[in-house]
């Protein structure tokens, strides 16, 4: 269970941004793909508490998945991945490389009412 | 109302991930060649390293720090190879972090090195976020987990670079089935080195030692690695 430190991480963050910017902030929006090697439902939980008595408290955790993406070899085209399953879904040519599913990325803070 | 945003795009782990950079470049600076162990706890690491360390030595200078969650038992253990050994205790963490290493190896010097073992905690999935700053990240399966370890922890399999199948004198008895292993370890690492030992009989050790010792030779003749 890691999600809390993170969770921690992501409030540091957009504290941080948001005080740079002056800006009030809804809701922290993250990118997480499936190899980041962190649990979503665990995140939101934990997000929750490592908000609480900050400037973001009462705010939402809005997670976007980002899709697994993997460059084929064969057909030298990107291929988004549906499993762990590391074959391209057109050739099923194997597919070592990941161009994309690693992210664990505050991506945007989402503003209310002027600070 | 469409919501406004402000882009911000940082990386969460951005702080780990710059210590371990600094790490690494410290690292390939010295010549030190760092591989670091993952595994479920009970598979073996700890045998694995001490048996790996025992046999580096004398001919190789090598040393390990190892990370558990209360005890200093396994440092004990691998300081009877007599490879000098640093524990990290890491208290209610379940993973190591980079500046967890770059403390541990505090008065250390990597440039006195020719290998440095990094055992992390018994753990499949918190470990796979935190780079070491290490050439190498070793996986290790022991035979009485069951064929779907990679299946059900894709994660940590697809980002390690070798997968050590230990405790080969049980596969008998535990019905081993190693192709079933060897296949799904390939459909979330395509191409992974797979090599199959018992740190207890001996089984298999020279040739990972040999792979090993190979693959530190290459990477000192690379430029920049």
Not at chain 1, 44 to 49: D, F, N, P, Q
């Amino acid at each position: 269970m890691h999600e809390l430190s993170i969770a921690v991480s992501i409030v540091e963050i957009a504290e941080k941004e948001a005080a740079r910017r002056c800006v009030c902030v809804r809701a922290v929006h993250l990118r997480l793909g499936p190899l980041a090697g962190v649990v979503k439902e665990a995140l939101l939980s934990a997000y929750e508490l490592a908000s609480q008595n900050t400037s973001l408290a009462g705010t939402s955790l809005l997670v976007e998945d980002m899709p697994i993406v993997v460059h084929c070899p064969h057909c030298d085209q990107r291929r988004t991945l549906t499993s762990f399953e590391f074959r391209c879904p057109e050739c099923d040519t194997p597919t070592p490389e990941v161009v994309q599913g690693r992210e664990l990325e505050v991506f945007a803070l989402e503003l209310g009412d002027a600070a | 109302m469409t919501p406004r945003l402000v882009e911000v795009r940082q990386n969460v782990l951005k702080h780990n991930d710059e210590v371990a950079r600094a790490l690494r470049e410290r690292f390939h600076a010295s010549g030190v060649f760092v591989i670091s162990l993952v595994s479920s706890p009970g598979s073996g690491k700890t045998t694995f390293l001490e048996r790996t360390l025992t046999l580096l030595q004398p001919a190789y200078r090598v040393a390990a720090l190892v990370g558990d969650l209360a005890t200093e038992n396994d440092a004990r253990r691998l300081a009877r190879s007599r490879a000098p050994v640093r524990q990290i205790v890491t208290g209610t963490l379940c993973h190591l972090e980079a500046a967890m290493v770059e403390n541990a190896l505090e008065g250390w010097s990597p440039g006195e090195l020719d290998f440095l073992f990094i055992e992390n905690v018994g753990n499949l999935v918190c470990p796979s976020s935190y780079d070491l700053g290490e050439d190498l990240r070793l996986i290790l399966v022991s035979v009485t987990e069951g064929e779907d370890k990679p299946l059900k922890y894709p994660t940590i399999f697809n980002t390690s670079d070798v997968t050590i199948v230990s405790k080969m004198d049980l596969a008998e008895a535990a019905e081993f089935d190693w192709q079933a292993l060897e296949s799904n370890i390939q459909a979330v690492r395509p191409g992974m080195r797979v090599l199959r030992v018992s740190a207890k009989t001996g089984q298999g050790m020279d040739e990972w030692l040999e792979w090993l010792t190979a693959l530190r030779s290459s990477a000192a003749r690379l430029p920049g690695q």
